[in-house]
């Protein structure tokens, strides 16, 4: 295998034309001055045409994206690619070597961009990350699971009142798109004031490879990518539309003790329905806990061992016909 290049500024125009090219990125030294390399793969076309960035594991213990990545470079004809396609398959390198969703300073990264030159150092991991990666791509997918204690559904988080990233949202067949915006400091929010189409992925759960997400998340990549006319391929959409959320929430419990959580992941359950029992440690059930109103669960907490104040669904808010 040939030896990868290390690289310190990201340039697009330095890959060679109707090939793939891996990279190390220098992003940050460790604490003893080695460098920190963040893998890089570019796809880039004979023709000119579209960036679109792909990136992974901003929490290192959310990889179901990894492999999604892997194997759209795996898969991807290069020769008959327009444009070009940028694959980051671990974003937060500290927190994926520890197995931990956050950054090693104790920060979450997705609630740090987009960082700041001059200050610690999540601060300007994460600024490097938008000046150094990022702000090369004309749009980009953020692929996300659950964190420890939680699962998800397959769903997208995306702003349906930008025409655009709502279809990139419809072309992922998820169950779920959740109309949203973005949280200030997440790196989709980041991104969309640069002028970079953007939507996050929520590959269902933490710290596993799940086949079947894999590749429902695959296709809807490809999807997008014969849908910008980079690739020339059919879409394939899903027999049934995605529920389509204008809202969510967590409901959170209010007593210490053994949660078991009632729901299934896309279950719609009705105002009043029971969605959890709290017992305390000799069995005895000390708390029922109801829908506060309809909805669509999006994701539910899976620990048992749970503390007052512990997440027991995410509900999601349908939207309305009008």
């Known amino acids: 295998m ?6 310190n500024t990201l340039n697009l125009e330095d890959a060679p034309r109707g090939e793939i090219s891996r990279y190390w990125l220098h992003i940050v030294s460790d604490g003893i001055g080695q460098p920190l390399y963040i893998p890089i793969i570019i796809a880039r076309g004979i023709m000119e045409g579209p960036v679109v960035g792909l990136v992974a594991a901003i929490h290192g213990n959310e990889i179901n994206g990894i492999p999604v990545i892997q194997k759209i470079f795996q898969n991807i004809d290069v020769s008959k690619l327009q444009g070009t396609v940028v694959g980051v398959p671990v974003l937060n390198i500290p927190g994926f070597l520890n197995c931990e969703r956050r950054f090693n300073d104790k920060v979450d990264l997705n609630h740090k961009m987009p960082g700041r030159r001059g200050g610690n150092r999540s601060d300007i991991y994460a600024y490097r990350i ?5 702000k090369h791509f004309q749009y980009l997918v953020d692929l996300h699971t659950a964190s420890f204690g939680r699962v998800n559904s397959y769903y ?4 349906l009142d930008n025409p655009l990233t709502k279809k990139m949202a419809e072309l992922q067949n998820a169950d779920i798109i959740l109309n949203t915006k973005g949280a200030e400091g997440t790196l989709r929010r980041s991104a969309s004031a640069l002028g970079i189409a953007s939507i996050t992925l929520e590959l269902r759960d933490p710290h596993l490879f799940q086949k079947d997400v894999i590749h429902e998340s695959y296709v809807g990549i490809v999807n997008l990518l014969n849908h910008l006319k980079m690739l020339q391929g059919e879409i394939i ?19 210490g003790g053994i949660l078991n959580t009632l729901p299934q992941l896309g279950e719609i359950v009705e105002e009043g329905k029971k969605i959890a029992l709290v017992r305390n440690i000799f069995g005895d059930i000390i708390a029922e806990y109801t829908a506060p109103e309809k909805g669509i669960v999006i994701g539910k907490g899976v620990n048992p061992v749970n503390q007052t104040g512990s997440r ?3 509900l999601g808010v349908i939207k309305k016909d009008l």
């Open 2 to 7: 040939e030896e990868i290049q290390k690289i």
């Open 156 to 159: 997208v988080r995306a702003d």
């Open 312 to 314: 027991i669904i995410h």
């Open 237 to 255: 959409l899903a027999e049934n539309p995605p529920v389509i959320c204008e809202n969510s929430y967590w409901v959170y419990t209010e007593h």
């Open 130 to 134: 938008m000046e150094r990666i990022v």
